[in-house]
Structures are given as C-alpha cells and as structure tokens.
C-alpha cells in the first residue's frame, strides 16, 4: 500500500509537470503536447478540471502512503509489547523455580536431613582463623 500511495503522488506529480513543461503557451485552446506528440486539444475548463482530478490522485497517494505507515507503526508496537511480554513472563518464570527451589530445601532442612547437606555449600574463611 505504502509502495501504490508513492508510485500515485509520483506519477500525478509527473504529469503535472510534464503538462506544465511542455504547454508554456497560452491561448483559449491549448494543444497538448507530450514529448513531441499532440494527444489532445484542452480549454481553460478542460485544464482546470484535469488539475482537480490529477489533486485528488495526488491525494489519495498520499492518504494511501500515510495509511501504510500508521500500519507498519501499529504493527511494530504491537510486535515490541508481545517482546516484551514474553520477556516478563520469562523473568517471572525464573523467580517461581528460584521460590520453589528455596522451598525444596526449607523443607528438606525441616524434615532433619544430615548435618552435611545443611551446611551452605560455601563458607567465608578469613585468613589465620579457625573453621
């Protein structure tokens, strides 16, 4: 859509010039010509009315264009929010196992295992002191 929205501006923007380029003469009819050929005869009405039509043209490029891109914004919040999401649930998932685990040994240490697996797995020893 965004790519129709553009070739549409292009192309009206195009004609327009190229109609303005080429029909620098005035008079009650113009004759108009595009590279070297004389299509058509157009009068002041004709040229005003083309003009409407090829704004309206270069309108709805533009409203196509910007609807395209309002899209793709929408499109990318929604995919960073689902990032994200998945993101929180995982963090929040660690934290549950990492409860769970505290729990397991709470509990274990109440049921009265040894001494051995009671003990921290590791102790702070400061030099030239006993255990």
Avoid: C, Q
């Avoid at 003009?51 to 609807?67: D, M, P």
């Amino acid at each position: 859509m965004l790519i129709i929205g553009i070739l549409l501006m292009a192309a009206a923007a195009a004609f327009t010039a190229l109609l303005i380029v080429f029909n620098l003469s005035g008079g009650p009819d113009y004759v108009v010509s595009l590279f070297g050929s004389h299509p058509f005869t157009i009068n002041a009405l004709g040229a005003f009315l083309s003009g409407i039509a090829l704004t309206l043209i270069f309108g709805l490029g533009l409203w196509l264009a910007l609807g395209a891109a309002a899209l793709m914004a929408r499109r990318s919040r929604k995919r960073r929010a689902a990032r994200d999401a998945v993101a929180e649930r995982e963090e929040l998932r660690g934290r549950l196992d990492e409860t769970r685990a505290d729990s397991d040994r709470a509990s274990s240490a109440a049921r009265g295992t040894t001494e051995a697996s009671r003990r921290p797995a590791h102790r702070f020893h400061l030099p030239r002191h006993g255990h």
